[in-house]
Every structure is written in structure tokens, then in C-alpha cells.
């Protein structure tokens, strides 16, 4: 208990749940434990947060155990925890919010594949409007995803049609930068707290 | 016009009603009448010009009406809502009149003009009005103009009033109620001001000061504002007949748009809807409630 | 922000007129006197079964008498003694308010609060925000001096326009059709 | 002919064409005009939902807006990822006016939120009684096993509850109308590894496998679906569970469009269902014979899958 | 002119510290009207009631103003002085000068100012009072029990016993209610039946008890001590008279596949039935949307079947009974109509409840509920006491038991815990053991909520003893594969998520009051909450008396409730009628609303807004007969005085009592620049 008491983030001045209810506009607080959320995760054999222990530590101001690699980055955001939640928690939600906040980078990492996978397709959206999906595949194998993973099947995608060889680009280029370029302002912003 | 004359002489010669409450032709435009005989039914008329709201005749401080047992009135669709108001408070029995409806697109805003129908001349209740003819009426008879679209004049200058700073408003209706001289026609021709004896009249106590001076005013108009909330009908009446032109409309019309944002209610024709002061919901807005 | 002084209104106590019901408010209120809460004695209590017997006349007559400032306090949401009263009274008040704002009184000089009888702490807040609010605007002259024909405006702040009335404004709003008439020039 | 809306994703101009071919090869038959959202762009997807709400939120009012300014009132969105981001990002918007305000100003345009998103099953389902009008070649004996995944049917919230998020029917009674035999099964609903597929394929190819099996111990001849991502995981990743012993069998994975069009006699290559990694002949086997014209497009598909086989 | 006496108490230093009293007595000698004003160290003190005595005889007050603590305090105690010293009651008011004054006030001249404000004010009130007088209203000393359950019947034979008479009425054809269908009773385990069978014959016997089953309320007028209900006898299509309870009927009746309500539909009745063994009274029903019959009837054929009739020795049977109305004056009315529980289906009474579709929506055959298992486990039920699924009558060998189905869930059912589920989750733990040797009962649990007189031992038992396998954690799904039912849970205590295979399932669904309760609470005028249960009065202090005096009520229709406190809360009912009819007169306090018939208009705003019903409509009649105004009449017995009648009425024609518009007034002229 003592490491316990040691470790909780008192650094800052703002309470985790306060933060996430800042966020999502949700009391992490209505969580009463009965794991109905975490019965019926379908990543709960493979993480190592699942979603009530997320609830319980946001409550208790765990900003430390929630970092963890393998936890909030392998949801699937299927909801099915938010659906199923008897006390109208939204765990789904406070995940999302817990990922915005480590996204910042100031508090945690997320996992090298999983943030370079939507690192790189948020630069093709970014780049072009609409995902590239070649762009992607290259773009994510030299950003840190595994290199040899897909490299097999590709060429099967390629015979099918299914891939285009060129991006398409947005006539919209403009508005869609904007929005990313506001949306990265207000993560900075956030950063700040 | 022939059909509304020939229903009220059937029912009168068939003995149906023993009068019909309608609109004739005056010396200086149209005007209320009681029509007793069949033959009499021919002097009725309904045009732009019948603005009266009738419903204030069926009032059981109208004795003498009451003496002529059951009658027949000339119904608008904005006089119904009156009507029905009277049968939600128990003042008219359903039963005993008899309501001939007829098609409305608007009326005039003073009687006596010989204007005709207009958006310049339109009274400003007709403005916005979704009615062309009365739910509750038992005969429906006429045609109807098209009506006349929004906004109201008053809706209007009501905003204007609500933006200005307090103050200002304080002094526009000081200077307005100073001129009240508690003639109390705006009680007199209201269809739902119906008390035998007025709050303003009793004395013991007195809540409302007796002499004209603006003190008394406010608490008379204060007074009949709240009695009126969630029942007013909106006929226009008391600021037709206010005869120092006090722009009474702007009050009443206020508290039925706090009624209607409020507590999503407006004044209904159906006798069955519960009028929204003296009924409650459990959730009902509290922002100004410490 | 009333028509008075700047003089007057440096030593400016308050009257307000409190009407509260017997089993919320008032018995919170004796709870704050059991507990020796100390507040501003401003406040005149008129004690009433139920928020839901008091009437807007109530408060017409206390301005009138020379009341500056109003509170009407009952049993929370749920709470009422006799079932429904308050939520009566809050349909009624919430009208009513509307109404005096229209009307050209501020609205803060009337305060609307739920106290239990188990809030003697809040009545004490109430009692004493309600009393540094009205402090503020100053007495409340222009009511209970209305029976005098005056065309001094209420609130206006600036010295210049007291005395001389609120011309501008009421001749605007005549020009533009609503208030036909002229206002009578009589100074108090 | 009713006109509605329509957002195809870059799902639907990438590795799921043939879901898009097989939209629009049916909607003429369902008198249903597309109207496609001028210059749309990406709705985020979940890369954009796991990393900034606003983004997740803006990218897809953008969508939004652009169908609002041409007068659209509602818009399909077939991929399940993107109604799910469209339809949320509506609601998002709708129950906050600090959101809607911050995202109008990063828009600059005056967008109102007007715009209805719709699901293919609510569009479908309203169309039930033409889809079994114009069944000239229902598909009789086929057992489908009709997945809805994660984003098709909740939260209620957000889809406006067209279906029963636990015990969802619409897609059932799409299938019926295509004279197919739904087979009662468990795991509709259950989640397919989503956005994974590529950053965690272990953990895809657990899930999906274990809807698969539960689909094939339901006796279903294929699975239907109506999501880009769904698709690709339970069709591309089906050699990947094989590799890892997580399944055994080929088990034909359809779009519910493509369902729809082999019932109303379309020629299978116009579907695209040549482009799919596991077989689909079986599918058109069992097909065969049941309509008119059935035959030669049985015929025509099995080579066209032999073609890139 | 009034002659009021000002008496201001020093309350020790209470007040005297900060309020000068000499100086209030002082201030109040010049209003016009107050002849004697004295202060005083201690007024509630012997020699303090003294001097008010003294003052009333020696100066003739017409009015008294005590101007010391709150009136809650000691107004009581002045108004009896008053009265002793011969003046009524109401003329002698309270000034509050020390909680809302003395008390809170540091500024001695602040503060005596506004303690001669404050006894002003209550000067000019009293100046209006007028004396009153209790008001006296007879009391009918019979009760009415609505509700044949054990907190029904605990009700009837209480006030039975205490003397007076008892109307029963029971809904269905039998008394016992849910009592009678458990098998045994946590946290005992004695035999459910065995306690109440002879509490429903006493009531069946018993010489004060009237006993109107199959029949409903119809319609409750009145007030406290005067209430007159209509009761609708539903027609048994059986003559009470005649029928000897032999059972013939049912032997023969050929419809013997209609799922039983007594036995949660497993196991079958016929159409004509007497619901269980125990039954009281002892008559059979015929059920007329069963009955070949009646269904013959209703599609327009001619009467067939008859087997019954023929049958019946007796000449019983009457297919042309009709429903009978019966009208029964009584002074209290017991509300006793107890629960139903929460079904998990698809179809629900209520927007916010929705069922639970990863749970089946109730269509997984071998998915139950927890009566559904009493009934399993009763000796007397479908299956003689064996545990046996539903499905395929095999014995479960792995048996879930789900609790919080429905309870503690705002999205889908209630948000309130039922209380009752936790102990009878652990008993049926125990029962399954005790019959299935080999048997495992896993219980998915959130908190196990045991408190009352042995039931934390008794839970604790359950586990410790007899091995019941406790999971921390909530089922997200649950689907049937082949004939077992799989379970996707979550130990929350272990970390793990649990994937389970059952034979049978339970579920301890949530309490609900019955259907119909509004419509009843209606008809009664009593007020119940959003999940339709009855409010009491106060939670704390009246907790089985409701707004409306002269209702009461007892067990699960105020809240989930086990047997000891339903049992406890009817006789809790029992004594409050007791008391009520211990006399033959009622005394209220005169704060009442009386209409002023000259100027009332009849509009009857203050009949909208009265909670209690109290406004009637009067007629007033002309030398003739003739109605010529209809005008309301506030009942005395049924107003409780709050005056939102009056702060409502346009025309002032409605004065509450003791706080008139003409002493509000004064109080507001009182505080006057």
C-alpha cells in the first residue's frame, strides 16, 4: 500500500477523473466494479488493463498503471463494454480519452506498432484526403510496423484489383489540413495541463 | 354568408337555441348581436371586420344572456380557445351552446374601419395564426383566406423591450402605466376574466390600491398577468378596448411565450387540455431557484 | 444602480422581506439559530404553511411597503410537507419572474432558494448573498414611490440622467408605434 | 426513385470495390438513386478515434457538412466503420453546442447538422418488400450465417435504434427477402479484431476464427456482412488462421449486397465476387439453377475466380 | 378593538445577551392595540405562563404575542396557557426572537431592532386571528386491507384481534401471495407453507374479518374515517354458497393444459382450478379465457363442455354469474398489494426498461427465475421437490445463479438493489445442495448484502459450509450451444475472464410493485415513485402511513421487502388503525381552507392544484331546487392546510385558517418604511 500511496500522480494539478469527466463529460466515479464491462471485452484474455480496472484507476488517480503498452491500445473499440454497462458508465469513451491524453506523449507510450500503424494512416489522410492504402502498407512497414508481416499477401491484394497503384487527392486539401492542424492545437493545449 | 344565415335561422326556427350570438352591421362597422327571431338570422353577418371575441358574452357575469337559456354563437378559431376555457374553468356547460365555427383568415384590427384585410391592417393575433377554422365548434360554415404569415409586431417589439437594459424597460412601462385610469374595460371585455368579485375590488385586504397611480397600476396589470398565465387566449381584446392605449398585448403575449418555452404550452381549443398554471411536472425548470 | 445618491447608498442597509415555508425553510432558518450562524439582520421572516400559499400579491405589497429585496424560500423538489405545494409555487414564481423582469424590475432583487430544514448553513448564504445583492442595487425607492408621478428612471447610474428621465429610450420605443402617447414630465 | 446521400469511404474505392460494384449494381433494381457526397474525405476511421476526439469528431462533420450544403437529408454510409464514425460524430455534435461550435469554426462553414447517417441494414430493411419482389433468382438452399460485428447496431444512442442491439434482425430478414436460410447462431455480434488487422494479426485471427467456427458449427454455408473491415478479416485473414491452425476450411465470406444482387439474377462479375481471397463457388454452386439466367452466371463467376485463383 | 398582551422572553441570556428585552417590551407599548407589554426572564417557566394567565384575566386580552423562541418550540405550550386562562388557542402566537434573531445577531442594536420588527409583525397578525376551534370528524371503526399477501393478512388479523372489523380484498383467487409459493424461508429454512397455511385459515375463520378474494378495489371516496369503497366481485362462475370445495369440477374439466400463474408456468392447471391445495378459500375459478365455454360464447356458438356443471353435486357451477359491485364504509385503508418480478423479455411496461438481450431476452428454456425455482424446490410444486431444467426434465448438474438481474442497473431496469436477492440467492445455493448431491451452484455476485438478524451467518454458511463456488463479477452474455447454456463472465477478484458452461441458470430478478399500483395510487390518492412504488409519509418517522391520512401501507408495495419486515411494517399499519379508531371522533388542527360562498366563481383552479382531493363542487340552489351556482367546498376532513388553494383562487374567495390574506397582510403592512 505505501508504494501504492507513493506512486499515485500528485504532480498535477488536476485530478485524472476530473480530466476524463473534462473530457467525456462522464463521472468515472458511477463505475461500481461488477465487471460486466471486462466479461464480455473480447481482448480481455490478451490485455493487461481491462475495462473496469481502467474505470477503477482512473478513479484513483492511476495515470502510472494506465500506460501500460499492453493495455488501453489493444481495444478494438467495439463498445460492446459501453453497451452492456448496467450503470450507464462509457468505459469505451474514457479509453478513447485516456489514449488522447497519452498521445500527447508527456504521460505514456503507446505501443510501436499500433502508433505507427495510425501515425501512418493518419498522414495518407492528412496527405491526401482519403487513405492511400499502398501509401499506407509502405508507409506503416518504414514508420516501425512489423516489415515482413503482410509482404506475402500484398501481391494477392494487388491480383485482385483491390489495391490502386496512385492516390486520389481531395479537392478539399485546404479544410482537411485545417482540421488536423486545429485538432493537433488543441492536443497541444492540452499537453499544457 | 347565406350559409351561416340559413343554420342560424334552422336552428332558431327549429327551436334548437333560443338566440344566436353573432356580428351585424353597425352604424360604424360591424358590432356584436343577438339574434332572437328566424328572421332576424338574416341581419348576421361575418367578414375581416368581426373582431370581437364573443366568448366574453357566454361569461356567467352576463346574466341576461343566461336568461335566454340555450344560444348559438359565431365561433373564430381563436374565439374557440376562449370557449373552450370557459368549459375547462366550468363557467359554460358544453351542452349549452351551440357552436357555429366559421373559416377565418384574419381579421382587421379595429372594428370600425372600413379598411380592408390587409397586412398593413391585419390585427397582429392574426399574424403567425396556424387556425383557419375552430376544433371544438359544432357547425363549421364559410371559407376561409389564405391567412397571414409572421412574425407578429409585438413578438417583435417584446424582443426589442427584452434587450433593452432594465432600467429602460422600467421607465417604458412607467410611462405606460401612468395612464391607466382603472377604467378596468380590459377586465370588462376579457372572456376569462369571469370572477363576480374582483380581486382588485375587495378590501379587506386590499391588495391592489385603488387610485390611479402607477403604484396601484402595476399591482392591478401584475395581478391580471399572473391570473391570466396559461389561460389567456390571445383575442387582443383588452388592448382593442384599453381607451388610453396601453399596449397591454405586450404583456399578456410575453407570458404566453414564458408559458409556451417553459412548459410547451399553448392555448388549446380542446376543453380537455390542462391549463399549464396549476398542474406541475416533477422536472419542471428550476434555473432560477437557488 | 438606483436613483439615489452615491451618498446615501455608502450607508445603505437593505430591508428584505422573506416569506418561507413552516417546515422546510423556517425550521432550517431556527437550525442556523440552534447553530449560532451568524448573517446580516436584514432579513424579516413571514412565516407561511407552504411555499405554495404565497402569492406574487405578497410581494407587489412588500415593495410597495418598502421592501428592497425579496426571498421566497421552500422545501426542495420531493420534499414538500403537503405534497406539491412548492412545485406549484416554482410554476407560479417562474411566471411571475419573467414577469417583473419584463416589467423593468431586476430580477435579483427577488431570490428563489429550496432550504431543508437540515440547511441552516445554506439559509445563512441565502440570507447574506440575497442582502449583499440588493445592497448593491440599492433601495428600492422607485417602487414604493411610484404612487408619486415620477419620470425618474430606477436605475440609471449616470447623474446626468437622473432627474430628467429616461426620455430617450421611451420616445424611441413611441416612435416606433408601441407606446403612442407622451410621458408626463412630473419631477418627484 | 427515391434519392438518397451516399459515402463510400476509401474502403469502397480500395480493398472492398466489390462491396461498392455490388451497391450499385442493386440499388437500380430498389429504384434508389446515389447521390455521392461531393469530394468527401475520410471519416478518421479508428485511427482518428484513437487519437484525437475532435479529429474524430471534425473529420467526419466535414462529410457531413458537404452533404448538408447539397441538400442531402440523409446519407448512406455502407462501411459499418464509417456509419459508425459518421452516425457518432452526428450525435456528438447534436447533444453538445460548445462541440458543434468549435467544429463549425475549424470548418468555417455554417453546417447545421441536419443530415440523417444510415446504416445499409436501415436502408435495406425499408426495402425488404422490393429485395423480395425482384428475387428472380432467390438463393434458396443457402445457409447464411449473418454477422453484424461491433458498429452496425449500437450504441442505440447513436444509430437511433433501427434494430435491437443484443438481439439484432434486420439483417436476417434482408436475407430472407433474398430467399436465403439465416441460421441461428452466436457470435453476430461478437467483435472481429476491427482495426487490428495489420498491427495485431494474432489477435485478429483468434477472434475471427472463433466467429467462423461458430458460423460453420451453425451449418452456414457463407457469412454475410456488410463492413469493409470485417470482410477483410474474416476473408484475406482466413489464410493467415489457417497458417496458425486457428481454422480449418474455406469458408465464403459475402457482402449482404452481394447476397441481394445473386437473388435479383446479376450477373456475379458485376458483383465482384471474383474478388474475394477465400472461393465464393460454392456459393454460386448452390445457387446454381434456381433462376432464370442463374446458370450462365454461376458459370462466368467460377471463372472469373479461377481467373485471379 | 383588540387588546393585545406582548410578553418577550430573555430566555436566561439566550436572547437577553444580543436583544435588549426591556427595550422590545418598550417598543411594542405604542402600537395601537397592545395594552400590557412585559419582559421576562424565563416566559416558558411556571411563573412566566403565570403572568400571561394573569394578564389574559386581569386585562381582558383579546390577543396574546410570546415573543421568544421558535413556535415549534413552545407555541404548544403558550396556546395551552392561553386556553387555560380561557382565551382560545389560536389567538396567542410566537414571535421568533431567538433562533432567527438573538441567536444569529452580534449587534445588540441590530438586533433589538429587528426583534421589534419581528413581534410587530405577529402584533398585527394577531389582530386579524379569529378563534378557532378543533375540528371533530367521526370515525368509521373498520378497516379496509387491499392485498391478501402475509403483509395483507398480518394487517387483517392484527386489527381483527385489536377489535375492530377487516375488509380483505385479494386480487387473485386465493389468499397467501408469494408467501405461499416459496418453498423454504431464509434464513431458517423452515417450510414456507407450513408458517402461513394457519395464518390464512385464521383469517378464513376469523369472526371480524371479511374476506372478499377474486375481487378488486373499484373505486375509494372520501377521506380519513370515512371512506367508502366499491369492491368488484369478479364472478368465479362459482356459487360461494353452494360449493363444498370437493374438487370434482376440476377432475373432469377437459382444458388441462394451461401453463399455472401459482407454479410460474411450469407446471399446468385446468380452466375451472382451485390454484393450490391450501388454497382459502377453498373455491375453485373458472379462468373464462380458458373455459371451452365462455371461449365458445365469445365466438358466438352455443354453450358446449358443461362437464364441470355435470360434475358438480352441489349445482355450483353458474356460468351466468356476473361481476358484483359491493360498497363498504370504512375508516382506514391498509395498502398491502405486494411485488412481481422483473422479467427479462423483450416486451417491457416501461421505456426504461428494456430486457436483456444478451441474457436470450428470456428464451433459453432453461434460463429461470428465482421463483421459478422455489417453485422447483417446493415438495407441493410441479416436480415434487426434485431439481429438474425445464427443458429436458434432467437434473442440473452446474447450476448459475445470476444476481442483480435488473436491480442496480439504470440502463436496462431498476436502479434500486431488491434487497431480498442476495438471501434468497444463498438459500437456494443451499436447497440445490441439499438436493443435488453432486451438484455446483456458482453465483455470480456484485456485493453480498446480508444485513438483518442472521443473514450474514446464514450467507456465510452458504459458502463456507456448503460449498457454494462465489464469482465476483457480472455475466456479459449468455447463449445456449447444444443443450448447455455457455456463460461469457468476469472474476473480477481474480482478474480473469470466465467462460463457463450451465445446465441451468437462475435468475434473481428485481423486485416491482404490482402492475396496476398507479392505477390503484390514483384512486387512493396516494403519491408513488417513478418505479411505482408508494411513498410513505416521512422515511424516517411515518413509514407506513402516506400522504393521504387515513392510508397506510405495508410490505413490498413501499419498497423490496422480505417477510420479517413485511410482516413487521402490517402490524406497525394494525397499530396506526388501532390508534386512528381508538376513538369515535378524529381532532384536527382548524388550519383548514373555507370558501367564501358569496364570491366564490366555481372555477375550481383550487380543486387543479389541491393534493389531497378536499375541494368538492357545491351546488347552490334557489328557493325552487333549481342549481343556479356551482361553487367548491373544501372538505375539513381531507385539507391539510397548505393554502396553495388560496395563493391560486383569482377572486381571494378561499382562506386557509390561521394564515388569511388579511394576516399576511398585516404582517407585510407590519414591516412597512
Given at each position: 500500500m505505501g508504494s501504492h500511496e507513493h506512486s499515485r500522480n500528485h504532480s498535477g494539478p488536476e485530478p485524472l477523473a476530473a480530466r476524463v469527466q473534462r473530457m467525456t463529460g462522464l463521472n468515472p466515479a458511477c463505475c461500481y466494479q461488477c465487471g460486466k464491462c471486462s466479461a464480455g471485452c473480447p481482448m480481455a484474455a490478451e490485455t493487461t488493463l481491462r475495462p473496469h480496472d481502467v474505470m477503477r484507476l482512473v478513479a484513483r488517480d492511476r495515470l502510472d498503471k494506465l500506460a501500460d503498452a499492453d493495455g488501453l491500445w489493444l481495444c478494438l473499440t467495439c463498445e460492446t463494454c459501453t453497451s452492456r454497462c448496467p450503470n450507464g458508465c462509457d468505459p469505451a469513451r474514457t479509453m478513447d480519452a485516456l489514449r488522447e491524453i497519452f498521445a500527447t506523449g508527456k504521460d505514456g507510450k503507446p505501443p510501436k506498432a499500433i502508433s505507427a500503424f495510425h501515425k501512418s494512416f493518419l498522414a495518407q489522410v492528412r496527405a491526401h484526403g482519403r487513405l492511400f492504402e499502398m501509401g499506407l502498407i509502405m508507409s506503416y512497414k518504414l514508420g516501425g510496423g512489423p516489415m515482413f508481416a503482410d509482404v506475402t499477401t500484398t501481391p494477392s491484394v494487388l491480383a485482385r484489383g483491390k489495391l490502386g497503384l496512385a492516390p486520389h487527392n481531395v479537392k478539399g486539401l485546404d479544410e482537411v489540413r485545417r482540421i488536423f492542424d486545429a485538432c493537433a492545437a488543441v492536443a497541444a493545449e492540452e499537453e499544457g495541463r | 354568408m347565406t350559409e351561416l344565415r340559413e343554420l342560424a335561422r334552422r336552428l332558431l326556427s327549429e327551436g334548437t337555441v333560443n338566440a344566436v350570438l353573432g356580428w351585424e352591421e353597425g352604424p360604424r362597422g360591424a358590432r356584436p348581436a343577438f339574434v332572437t327571431t328566424p328572421d332576424g338570422a338574416d341581419r348576421l353577418i361575418f367578414d375581416h371586420r368581426c373582431v370581437h371575441n364573443l366568448a366574453s358574452y357566454l361569461s356567467p357575469r352576463r346574466p341576461h344572456l343566461k336568461r335566454l337559456g340555450k344560444v348559438a354563437m359565431v365561433l373564430k378559431p381563436c374565439d374557440a380557445r376562449a370557449v373552450a376555457g370557459l368549459i375547462r374553468e366550468t363557467q359554460v356547460p358544453r351542452e349549452n351552446v351551440v357552436l357555429i365555427g366559421v373559416r377565418c383568415g384574419g381579421v382587421v384590427t379595429d372594428p370600425d374601419s372600413d379598411a380592408t384585410l390587409s397586412e398593413a391592417t391585419v ?15 359544432d357547425h363549421t360554415v364559410g371559407t376561409a383566406g389564405p391567412g397571414f404569415p409572421g412574425p407578429s409586431h409585438r413578438a417583435q417589439k417584446i424582443e426589442e423591450l427584452a434587450a433593452k437594459p432594465a432600467d429602460q424597460r422600467w421607465a417604458f412601462w412607467q410611462a405606460e402605466l401612468e ?6 374595460a380590459c377586465r370588462q371585455v376579457c372572456p376569462m376574466c369571469f370572477c363576480d368579485r374582483c380581486l382588485a375590488d375587495k378590501t379587506q385586504p386590499r391588495w391592489i390600491e385603488s387610485s390611479p397611480h402607477a403604484r396601484g397600476n402595476m399591482a392591478w396589470h401584475v395581478a391580471r398577468a399572473m391570473h391570466l398565465a396559461g389561460r389567456c387566449v390571445d383575442c387582443g381584446e383588452c388592448e382593442r378596448v384599453c381607451p388610453q392605449g396601453i399596449p397591454l398585448g405586450l404583456i399578456t403575449r410575453k407570458i404566453a411565450s414564458v408559458v409556451a418555452e417553459r412548459y410547451d404550452f399553448r392555448p388549446s381549443d380542446d376543453p380537455a387540455v390542462p391549463a399549464p398554471v396549476g398542474t406541475y411536472r416533477m422536472d419542471d425548470p428550476q434555473e432560477f431557484i437557488l | 444602480m438606483d436613483s439615489t445618491t452615491p451618498a446615501t447608498a455608502g450607508g445603505f442597509e437593505p430591508r428584505i422581506t422573506a416569506f418561507v415555508c413552516n417546515w422546510c425553510t423556517y425550521t432550517g432558518a431556527d437550525l442556523a439559530g440552534t447553530s449560532r450562524l451568524q448573517m446580516a439582520s436584514n432579513v424579516r421572516i413571514i412565516r407561511l404553511p407552504c411555499t405554495g400559499r404565497i402569492d406574487p400579491m405578497f410581494i407587489t405589497k412588500a415593495f410597495e411597503r418598502g421592501a428592497d429585496g425579496i426571498i421566497v424560500s421552500g422545501c426542495h423538489p420531493a420534499d414538500c410537507h403537503y405534497n406539491a405545494g412548492n412545485y406549484h409555487a416554482r410554476r407560479r414564481f417562474a411566471i411571475f419572474r419573467e414577469l417583473m423582469d419584463f416589467l423593468g424590475v431586476d430580477p435579483s432583487r427577488i431570490t428563489f432558494s429550496w432550504v431543508s430544514a437540515s440547511e441552516g448553513a445554506k439559509w445563512r448564504d441565502v440570507v447574506n448573498d440575497a442582502v449583499t445583492r440588493v445592497r448593491a442595487l440599492g433601495p428600492f425607492t422607485a417602487y414604493r414611490n411610484m404612487v408619486v408621478v415620477q419620470a425618474t428612471a430606477p436605475k440609471s447610474s449616470s447623474p446626468e440622467h437622473a432627474g430628467e428621465g429616461e426620455g430617450l429610450p421611451m420616445q424611441s420605443l413611441a416612435a416606433d408605434g408601441v407606446a403612442p402617447g407622451a410621458s408626463k414630465e412630473v419631477t418627484a | 426513385m427515391t434519392k438518397i446521400g451516399y459515402f463510400p469511404g476509401c474502403s469502397l474505392h480500395g480493398l472492398s470495390r466489390e462491396y461498392e460494384e455490388s451497391l450499385k449494381a442493386i440499388v437500380a433494381g430498389l429504384d434508389t438513386e446515389l447521390v455521392e457526397v461531393d469530394d468527401w474525405s475520410c471519416c478518421g476511421a479508428s485511427s482518428a478515434h484513437g487519437t484525437s476526439h475532435l479529429l474524430a469528431v471534425t473529420l467526419p462533420a466535414r462529410n457531413l457538412a458537404i452533404a448538408e450544403s447539397q441538400g442531402l437529408p440523409e446519407v448512406l454510409a455502407p462501411c459499418a466503420a464509417c456509419y459508425a464514425r459518421l452516425a457518432s460524430a452526428r450525435h456528438e455534435i447534436e447533444g453538445d453546442t460548445d462541440l458543434a461550435g468549435h467544429v463549425n469554426r475549424i470548418l468555417v462553414r455554417d453546417f447545421k447538422n441536419t443530415v440523417k447517417v444510415r446504416s445499409i441494414l436501415e436502408v435495406l430493411k425499408g426495402q425488404v418488400a422490393t429485395i423480395k419482389a425482384k428475387a428472380t433468382n432467390p438463393l434458396k438452399d443457402l445457409k447464411v450465417a449473418c454477422y453484424y460485428g461491433c458498429l452496425l447496431v449500437r450504441p442505440v444512442e447513436v444509430t437511433g435504434g433501427y434494430d435491437d442491439p443484443e438481439d439484432p434482425s434486420s439483417m436476417e430478414d434482408i436475407c430472407k427477402a433474398a430467399g436465403a436460410v439465416p441460421v441461428k447462431w452466436n457470435r453476430r455480434l461478437d467483435c472481429c479484431g476491427g482495426g487490428m488487422s495489420m498491427s495485431r494479426t494474432g489477435s485478429v485471427v483468434r477472434l475471427s476464427a472463433a466467429i467462423l467456427k461458430d458460423a460453420k458449427a451453425a451449418g452456414a454455408d457463407a457469412v454475410v456482412v456488410a463492413c469493409p473491415m470485417c470482410h477483410s478479416n474474416l476473408d484475406f485473414r482466413q489464410k493467415a488462421m489457417q497458417q496458425r491452425g486457428a481454422w480449418e476450411g474455406d469458408m465464403p465470406v459475402l457482402f449482404l449486397t452481394q447476397v441481394v444482387g445473386l437473388s435479383m439474377g446479376i450477373d456475379p462479375k458485376t458483383l465482384g465476387m471474383g474478388r474475394h481471397f477465400v472461393s465464393t463457388n460454392s456459393v454460386m454452386a448452390r445457387t446454381a439453377g434456381t433462376g432464370s439466367g442463374a446458370g450462365t452466371g454461376t458459370n462466368k463467376a467460377t471463372a472469373v475466380a479461377g481467373e485471379v485463383g | 378593538m383588540a387588546r393585545i398582551g406582548v410578553f418577550v422572553c430573555h430566555c436566561g441570556e439566550n436572547i437577553g445577551r444580543t436583544v435588549d428585552c426591556h427595550a422590545v417590551a418598550e417598543g411594542c407599548k405604542d402600537v395601537p392595540g397592545v395594552v400590557h407589554s412585559v419582559d421576562y426572564k424565563y416566559m416558558c417557566s411556571d411563573p412566566g405562563q403565570q403572568m400571561v394567565k394573569k394578564a389574559i384575566e386581569e386585562k381582558g386580552l383579546t390577543g396574546v404575542v410570546v415573543a421568544a423562541c421558535s413556535p415549534h418550540m413552545h407555541e404548544k405550550t403558550f396556546r395551552r396557557a392561553a386556553a387555560g386562562a380561557g382565551l382560545n388557542a389560536f389567538l396567542c402566537e410566537m414571535a421568533n426572537v431567538r433562533e432567527h434573531c438573538s441567536w444569529i445577531h452580534e449587534d445588540r442594536e441590530k438586533a433589538t431592532v429587528k426583534a421589534i420588527d419581528i413581534t410587530r409583525t405577529i402584533i398585527e397578525k394577531v389582530k386579524h386571528n379569529v378563534p378557532l376551534s378543533t375540528i371533530r370528524i367521526p370515525v368509521t371503526r373498520r378497516a379496509l386491507v387491499i392485498g391478501g399477501g402475509i403483509a395483507g393478512i398480518q394487517a387483517a388479523l392484527d386489527i381483527a384481534d385489536g377489535g375492530r372489523e377487516v375488509i380483505l380484498v385479494e386480487k387473485g383467487p386465493s389468499i397467501g401471495g408469494h408467501m405461499s409459493q416459496l418453498s423454504e424461508t431464509f434464513p431458517t429454512l423452515d417450510c414456507s407453507q407450513c408458517i402461513l397455511t394457519p395464518r390464512m385459515v385464521e383469517v378464513y375463520q376469523h369472526p371480524r374479518i371479511k374476506l372478499y378474494a377474486y375481487?378488486?378495489?373499484?373505486s375509494v371516496e372520501g377521506y380519513i374515517g370515512n371512506f367508502k369503497v366499491t369492491v368488484r366481485r369478479k364472478a368465479r362462475s362459482v356459487d360461494e354458497e353452494k360449493c363444498?370445495?370437493?374438487g370434482a369440477c376440476t377432475q373432469v374439466c377437459p382444458n388441462k393444459k394451461i401453463p399455472s400463474e401459482f407454479d410460474c408456468g411450469l407446471g399446468k392447471r385446468t380452466a375451472i382450478y382451485v390454484p393450490f391445495p391450501q388454497a382459502v378459500p377453498n373455491l375453485p375459478t373458472v379462468d373464462r379465457n380458458k373455459c371451452l365455454l365462455f371461449m365458445n360464447r365469445a365466438k358466438g356458438r352455443p354453450d358446449t363442455c358443461k362437464k364441470c356443471a355435470e360434475a358438480c353435486e352441489k349445482g355450483a357451477i353458474d356460468f351466468d354469474q356476473q361481476d358484483r359491485l359491493i360498497t363498504e364504509d370504512v375508516g382506514a385503508i391498509v395498502v398491502a398489494t405486494g411485488y412481481q418480478l422483473y422479467t427479462i423479455g423483450k416486451d417491457q411496461p416501461k421505456d426504461n426498461l428494456k430486457g436483456y438481450g444478451e441474457y436470450g431476452y428470456g428464451t433459453i428454456p432453461d434460463v429461470i427465475d428465482g421463483l421459478q425455482f422455489e417453485r422447483l424446490a417446493s415438495a407441493s410444486g410441479p416436480t415434487s421437490g426434485k431439481i429438474l431444467r425445464p427443458s429436458d426434465g434432467k437434473v442440473p448438474k452446474r447450476i448459475v445463479f445470476l444476481q442483480c438481474i435488473g436491480s442496480r442497473d439504470p440502463q436496462k431496469g431498476m436502479e434500486y438493489c431488491s434487497k431480498i436477492c442476495c438471501m434468497y440467492v444463498a438459500k437456494h445455493t443451499m436447497l440445490y445442495h441439499h438436493k443435488v448431491h453432486d451438484g455446483v451452484a456458482t453465483v455470480f455476485y456484485m456485493d453480498i448484502r446480508a444485513a438483518g438478524k442472521g443473514y450474514e451467518e446464514f450467507s456465510r454458511r452458504a459458502i463456507e459450509e456448503e460449498g457454494a463456488q462465489y464469482i465476483r463479477g457480472r455475466v456479459s452474455r449468455m447463449w445456449r450451444e447444444g443443450d448447455v447454456i455457455k456463460i461469457l463472465g468476469f472474476d473480477t477478484l481474480e482478474g480473469e475472464p470466465i467462460e463457463m458452461d450451465a445446465d441451468m441458470v437462475v435468475l434473481a430478478t428485481a423486485m416491482r410493485p404490482q402492475p396496476g399500483i398507479d392505477v390503484l395510487a390514483q384512486k387512493l390518492s396516494v403519491s408513488y415513485d417513478q418505479h411505482g412504488f408508494i411513498n410513505e409519509a416521512h422515511p424516517k418517522l411515518r413509514p407506513v402511513e402516506t400522504n393521504t391520512a387515513g392510508i397506510y401501507v405495508a410490505g413490498a408495495c413501499q419498497a423490496p421487502r422480505d417477510i420479517p419486515d413485511a410482516v413487521a411494517m402490517a402490524s406497525a399499519t394494525a397499530s396506526k388503525v388501532l390508534g386512528l379508531f381508538a376513538n369515535e371522533m378524529l381532532e384536527r388542527e382548524p388550519t383548514v381552507a373555507r370558501v367564501d360562498e358569496g364570491t366564490c366563481a366555481g372555477c375550481f383552479h383550487c380543486e387543479r392544484v389541491c393534493a389531497y382531493g378536499a375541494v368538492e363542487h357545491k351546488d347552490i340552489k334557489d328557493r325552487a331546487g333549481n342549481v343556479v351556482r356551482v361553487i367548491a367546498y373544501v372538505n375539513p376532513g381531507v385539507c391539510q392546510g397548505c393554502g396553495t388553494c388560496e395563493a391560486t383562487c383569482p377572486s381571494k374567495s378561499v382562506e386557509l385558517q390561521g394564515f388569511t390574506d388579511e394576516q399576511i397582510w398585516s404582517e407585510i403592512q407590519a414591516l412597512g418604511v
Open positions: - | 390585427a397582429d393575433r392574426c399574424r403567425g395564426c396556424p387556425d383557419r377554422e375552430g376544433k371544438l365548434a395612464k391607466c385610469v382603472r377604467c378596468h | - | - | 375481487s378488486e378495489v373499484e363444498n370445495g370437493c
